[in-house]
C-alpha cells in the first residue's frame, strides 16, 4: 500500500472510508465507518470510486476535444466552427455520438471475427491508464509509481499492435497494406520519442513523473531545445495527427485501415485518438514544461489544466497549418533527421551532467546556453547536409524568371 | 535554416487566428446582450420593457437576430415582379428564353386600348426549377413590363409548386432588381432596402407619364 | 520474390477529382505504372445545343462550360462572333470586358492553387485564404452584372450594361488590399519546406513535350516555353497594357503552382492599367441589332483563358443561329498528358499532379 497511499487524493477519500488509527490527522468529516480489519473493503470503494472518476473525466474531456478543435480550427480559418447545436454549438460531440451510435453495423465476411472485434478496444482501453500516473498539482495525483517514465512510453506504444489487429482483420488488401504502413511509421517514431524521453530522465535524476516535476527548475522546452522539438514532432507521428496523417487522409488513395469499421467500432477508434492526443499532452507538459510548477498566487492545478490547453492548442495549431507528407518522406524524416537529432540531445546532456552532476544558478544557464548553440548548429547542419537527400528529392527554394520582351 | 519556412507558416495561422471571422450567419445568428443592443438600438431598459422573455434570453447567449448577405441591387434573384397594366401579352419573353420555361395563353382584350392593343393574360406560368435566371426574358420584353425579382427564397418541398402561376406574379409584393432597367439605377433604387415596394409602374418604367397640362395641351388644344 | 500488378479505378465520386473524372491506375507496390483516363460523365451537349440558339442565346451555354471563369468563356465566344459579323465593339465595352477577364483570371488562379493545396492535405486552411479573396471578387461581379458565376455579361459588340456607380471605389479598394493577403498566402506556402518536398522534381514536364502535345496556358509556361496568347496575339486592347509573363524552369509541380500565383499579381497590375486608360462613353454601339445575323463564314479566335488557350470555332449559314460551333476546350488538352506525366511517381503524387494540371470537367466534357 506503500506507493499509493503517498497520493494524497487517494488518502483523502480512503482515510474518510475506514477507521485506521493512523488516519485520524486526514479525516475532515466524520462519516469513517468501516472498522481496521476490514480496511481492504475501504481501499476497494476508494479505487473503484477514483476510477469512476477518472474515467468519466477523460470522457468528458474527449468531447471537450472533439468541440474545442472543431471551433479552434475554424478560428484559424477565419471562419466560425460549429455553432448551431447547442450555444456557441456545445451539443455538437453529443450530435457526434449519437450519429455514431445509429449508424449501421456493417461486418465484412471475411474478416477474423475475434480479432476484428477487439482492434478497437485496444485502441482506446490502455490510454485511460495514463492519467492516473501523471501529476495534476503539487499533491495531487492518483499513485506515483516509481518508472513512470516508462510507464507512459510503453502505454502510448500499444496503439502500434491495435492498427496492425484492425488492418489485419479486415480482411481487405488494401486495409492491410494501409496498416503496415502506418504500423511501420509508428513504430520508428518510437525510437526519437524513447531517446528524448531519456534526456529528460537524465536531468530530473529518476524515472518516477513526480520526481521529473520536482525537479525541474527550468521547463525542460528552455533547457534542452532539441529534445522539445524531437518529442513533439515524434508525439504529433504517434497520434496519426497533421503532417503526418497518412492513415487518414481519403486523398492517399489506399484506404487506411479504419476503412471497415462503422459505427460504434469507428467510434472507438475516433474515441481512442482523441484520448490519445490529450494523454500525450499531459505527457509533454510533465516532461518538458515542467508540469504543475508555477507562480503559488494561482493553485497549481489551475497551471497545469492552462499548460495543458496550451499544448493541445499547439497540436491544432500544426493540423491546420502544415500539409502532408509522403510515407517514405515520413520514413526517412524519422530514420535520417530525428534519430541523430535524438542521439546529439542526449549525448550533449550526458556530457553536461557528468561535469555538472548538481547544476545551479549560474550552471544551469550555462548549460541552457549550451544546448541552444547545440541546438542551432545540429538543424543547420541537419538541413545542409542531410534535407537535400532526406525527402527523396533535393529541395531548394526556387522562384519564378519571366519572359523577355 | 530548415525549419523557416514552417515556422512562417505557423506565424500566418496566428495572424488570422487573431483576425476577423468571415462568415454571415444566414438566417440568424445568436448574439449576447450587447449585440442585440447594437441590432435594436435600444438602451437596456427599453430592451428589458419591450421584449422580457429575449432580453434574458440574450443575457446567456441565445437572442437572434436576422443576418443577411450584402446584396447588390442588381441582383438576379429567383423571383419575377411582372406589372400586369404594362403587359401586352406579346410573349417575346416565352420567345427568347433559352429553355422555354414561360407559358402565356391569352384572349383579346376587353381593356381600354390607350397604347396598342393588348391581350387578356389567362396563363403566364414561369417554371423557376428549369429557370437558370439569366435574364433573357427580362431583356427582350419591350414595354418593361417584366423584371427579374430580388428574392432568393423560394425552396419548395414538391417540384409543382415552384410553378409561379399568374395570380402569384399578380399579387406579389414587388421589388424588381435593377438589371436590364438603367433607370432604376438613375433613380437610386435599392431593392433591399425597407420600404422598397413598388406599387406603381411609373416609377419604373422607361417612359414618364404625361402631366396634366400635357394631356390637356394633346387632347384639348390640338383638336 | 515477385510482386503482381495491381489495377484499381479511382470512381467518378471522389473526393480529390476536380468535378466527375474516373481514372484506371496499375501500381507496382506504390509505383504508378500506367492511368488511363475515362471522361464524358458531364456531357451535356452544349455544342449541339448551341446549333439552336441565337447568338445572344448561345452566351448563357458558354459560361456553364468552364465554370470557374465564365467572363474569359464569354470572352472568346464574343470574339469569335464579332469577327465574324464584322462588328467594331466600343471602347469602354472592350475596356470593361478586359478588367472582366482579369479579374476572371484571379478568382480562377485562386481556385486552382487553393485546391491543389488541399489535395496535398492542407486540411482547407490555404484553400479558405484564397476562397475569401474570390469572394470579393464574385461580389464585384454581382454588382457589375447580377450574378456571381455564371455571369451573361458580355453581348456582341461589347458588355450588356455599364458598371454601377459603386463597382469603381470597391475595386479600388480590392485592389489595395489584394497583394498584402497574396504576401500572406506566398509566406503559408511557398516556402514552405512539406510543400517544397511534396512537389518539387514530381511529375517533370520537358519543353519539349510540352510542345509537341499542344498544351497551353500556365502549364506550357511553367515548362519554360514564352508562349501567352495575350503578347503573341494581342486581342481587345491588349497591346496598349504592359505586363510581364511568369515562366518556370524546370516544369515540375512546383512551377505550375508558382506560375499561376505570379500571374495573380500580373492580373492586378493589367486592371489596374485598365482603370488609368478607361473613358466614359456607351458600352455597346447602337447599330448592333436585337438578333444579330452574321453573314456565311467562319471564325476563330482564341485567347489566353486562365486554362490555356480558348477558342470558339464558329461556322455561320447566315441564319441567327450557328451552324456549328466547337469549342477547343484547354482542360480536355492539357488533361492528355497527365499519363505520361505521371508514370513512374508514387500514389500520392498521382492526385497532386492532376491538381496542379488544373483541370475543369465542365470544360472537359462540355
Known amino acids: ?405 | 535554416m530548415f525549419g523557416i519556412g514552417l515556422l512562417k507558416g505557423l506565424f500566418t495561422t496566428l495572424k488570422n487566428l487573431l483576425g476577423p471571422v468571415f462568415t454571415v450567419q444566414y438566417p440568424n445568428k445568436k448574439v449576447g446582450l450587447i449585440g442585440a443592443l447594437k441590432f435594436h438600438k435600444k438602451t437596456p431598459f427599453q430592451f428589458l420593457k419591450s421584449q422580457p422573455t429575449e432580453f434574458f434570453k440574450s443575457l446567456v447567449g441565445f437572442h437572434e437576430v436576422p443576418e443577411y448577405p450584402s446584396q447588390a441591387s442588381r441582383f438576379r434573384g429567383q423571383d419575377f415582379n411582372w406589372f400586369e397594366d404594362r403587359c401586352t401579352g406579346c410573349a417575346s419573353c416565352a420567345k427568347y428564353c433559352p429553355l422555354g420555361i414561360i407559358k402565356i395563353e391569352t384572349t383579346p382584350s376587353s381593356r381600354d386600348k390607350k397604347e396598342g392593343s393588348s391581350y387578356d393574360i389567362d396563363v403566364f406560368d414561369i417554371d423557376i426549377g428549369r429557370c437558370m435566371f439569366c435574364g433573357l426574358c427580362v431583356e427582350a420584353c419591350p414595354f418593361d413590363a417584366l423584371h427579374m425579382g430580388s428574392g432568393f427564397e423560394r425552396a419548395n418541398e414538391k417540384r409543382k409548386g415552384l410553378v409561379i402561376p399568374v395570380d402569384e406574379l399578380r399579387k406579389a409584393v414587388k421589388t424588381p432588381s435593377t438589371w436590364f432597367r438603367p433607370q432604376m439605377e438613375d433613380k437610386n433604387y435599392k431593392p433591399r432596402e425597407k420600404e422598397a415596394e413598388i406599387k406603381d409602374w411609373h416609377d419604373i418604367g422607361r417612359h414618364e407619364q404625361p402631366s396634366d397640362e400635357e394631356l390637356t395641351e394633346r387632347w384639348v388644344n390640338e383638336r | 520474390m515477385s510482386t503482381e500488378l495491381v489495377t484499381m479505378n479511382i470512381g467518378p465520386i471522389h473526393p480529390s477529382t476536380h468535378g466527375v473524372f474516373r481514372m484506371r491506375v496499375t501500381f507496382d507496390g506504390e509505383t504508378i505504372i500506367d492511368a488511363e483516363p475515362i471522361i464524358g460523365y458531364l456531357h451535356r451537349g452544349s455544342e449541339k445545343l448551341a446549333e439552336e440558339r441565337t447568338y445572344t442565346q448561345v452566351v448563357t451555354l458558354t459560361d456553364r462550360m468552364d465554370y470557374t471563369a465564365s467572363m474569359t468563356n464569354n470572352q472568346a465566344y464574343i470574339l469569335s462572333v464579332e469577327k465574324l459579323s464584322g462588328i467594331t465593339p466600343s471602347e469602354r465595352g472592350v475596356w470593361l470586358r478586359m478588367i472582366a477577364a482579369e479579374l476572371q483570371r484571379i478568382a480562377a488562379h485562386s481556385v486552382a492553387i487553393g485546391f491543389l493545396i488541399n489535395d496535398l492535405g492542407a486540411w482547407h486552411t490555404p484553400l479558405l485564404y484564397l476562397l475569401r479573396e474570390r469572394e470579393k471578387i464574385l461580389e464585384l461581379f454581382e454588382m457589375m452584372c447580377g450574378a456571381r458565376i455564371t455571369n451573361s455579361y458580355l453581348r456582341p459588340g461589347g458588355v450588356f450594361m455599364d458598371a454601377p456607380d459603386e463597382f469603381w471605389p470597391s475595386l479600388n479598394k480590392f485592389l489595395d488590399e489584394m497583394p498584402n493577403r497574396l504576401d500572406d498566402i506566398e509566406n503559408l506556402l511557398t516556402d514552405n519546406e512539406i510543400i517544397l518536398a511534396r512537389t518539387q522534381n514530381v511529375a517533370t514536364l520537358k519543353k519539349d513535350d510540352a510542345i509537341n502535345a499542344s498544351v497551353t496556358g500556365p502549364m506550357l509556361r511553367a515548362s519554360g516555353v514564352d508562349w501567352d496568347l495575350r503578347h503573341r496575339n494581342p486581342y481587345d486592347y491588349y497591346e496598349k497594357i504592359s505586363f510581364r509573363r511568369p515562366l518556370g524552369t524546370v516544369g515540375d509541380n512546383n512551377d505550375r503552382y508558382l506560375v499561376r500565383l505570379h500571374e495573380i499579381r500580373e492580373s492586378l497590375k493589367i486592371v489596374e492599367q485598365c482603370l488609368d486608360l478607361i473613358e466614359p462613353g456607351p458600352v455597346k454601339p447602337e447599330e448592333v441589332p436585337f438578333l444579330v445575323r452574321p453573314p456565311e463564314g467562319e471564325s476563330y479566335v482564341p485567347i489566353e483563358a486562365p486554362k490555356g488557350e480558348l477558342g470558339f470555332y464558329l461556322v455561320s449559314d447566315g441564319g441567327i443561329a450557328p451552324f456549328r460551333c466547337h469549342v477547343r476546350a484547354p482542360s480536355l488538352i492539357n488533361l492528355t498528358l497527365l499519363r505520361d506525366m505521371v508514370i513512374g511517381y508514387k500514389i500520392a503524387d498521382l492526385f497532386v499532379t492532376f491538381g496542379s494540371i488544373d483541370v475543369n470537367m465542365g470544360e472537359v466534357d462540355r
Open chain 1, 1 to 405: 500500500m506503500g506507493p499509493v497511499r503517498e497520493s494524497f487524493i487517494f488518502e483523502f477519500l480512503y482515510c474518510h472510508l475506514s477507521l485506521e488509527a493512523s488516519c485520524s490527522s486526514v479525516r475532515v468529516l466524520n462519516i469513517a465507518f468501516i472498522p481496521e480489519n476490514l480496511s481492504w473493503i475501504s481501499f476497494i470503494l476508494t479505487a473503484f470510486f477514483w476510477i469512476f472518476v477518472f474515467i468519466n473525466a477523460a470522457l468528458v474531456g474527449v468531447l471537450a476535444l472533439i468541440w474545442g478543435e472543431r471551433r479552434l480550427i475554424g478560428k484559424f480559418q477565419a471562419r466560425l466552427g460549429p455553432n448551431r447545436w447547442g450555444p456557441l454549438g456545445l451539443f455538437t460531440p453529443v450530435a457526434d455520438a449519437i450519429k455514431v451510435m445509429f449508424k449501421e453495423d456493417i461486418e465484412p465476411t471475411l474478416s477474423d471475427k475475434l480479432i476484428y472485434v477487439l482492434a478497437p478496444i485496444l485502441m482506446v482501453v490502455p490510454v485511460f491508464m495514463i492519467f492516473p500516473v501523471i501529476p495534476y498539482g503539487a499533491k495531487t495525483f492518483l499513485t506515483n509509481i516509481s518508472v513512470g517514465v516508462v510507464f507512459v512510453l510503453a502505454i502510448t506504444s500499444i496503439n502500434s499492435l491495435s492498427v496492425l489487429m484492425a488492418g489485419w482483420a479486415s480482411g481487405n488488401r488494401f486495409a492491410i497494406i494501409g496498416g503496415i504502413r502506418a504500423v511501420a511509421m509508428l513504430l520508428s517514431y518510437e525510437i526519437p520519442m524513447g531517446i528524448s524521453a531519456a534526456g529528460v530522465v537524465i536531468v530530473a535524476g529518476s524515472l518516477s513523473l513526480s520526481e521529473v516535476v520536482n525537479n525541474q527548475v527550468i521547463p525542460n522546452a528552455i533547457f534542452q531545445p532539441l529534445g522539445f522539438i524531437t518529442f513533439l514532432v515524434a508525439s504529433t507521428a504517434e497520434l496519426n495527427r497533421s503532417p503526418f496523417d497518412i492513415t487518414e487522409a481519403e486523398s492517399e488513395l489506399v484506404a487506411g485501415y479504419m476503412t471497415d469499421y462503422s459505427s460504434m467500432k469507428f467510434g472507438l477508434f475516433y474515441l481512442g485518438e482523441f484520448m490519445a492526443t490529450i494523454a500525450s499532452s499531459a505527457i509533454i507538459v510533465t516532461f518538458y514544461f515542467s508540469g504543475w510548477r508555477g507562480p503559488t498566487f494561482i493553485p497549481s492545478e489551475i497551471w497545469f489544466l492552462a499548460k495543458w490547453i496550451g499544448v493541445i492548442a499547439i497540436f491544432i495549431w500544426f493540423r491546420a497549418t502544415f500539409p502532408r507528407l509522403r510515407i517514405d518522406q515520413i520514413m526517412s524524416l524519422a530514420w535520417k533527421g530525428l534519430f541523430e537529432l535524438s542521439l546529439i540531445n542526449i549525448l550533449v546532456l550526458a556530457l553536461m551532467i557528468a561535469i555538472w552532476p548538481d547544476p545551479s544558478g549560474m550552471q544551469l544557464l550555462l548549460m541552457t546556453l549550451i544546448n541552444w548553440v547545440v541546438f542551432f548548429l545540429s538543424i543547420y547542419i541537419f538541413g545542409k547536409i542531410l534535407s537535400p537527400n532526406l525527402t527523396g528529392n533535393k529541395i531548394k527554394k526556387r522562384s519564378v524568371i519571366y519572359g523577355l520582351d
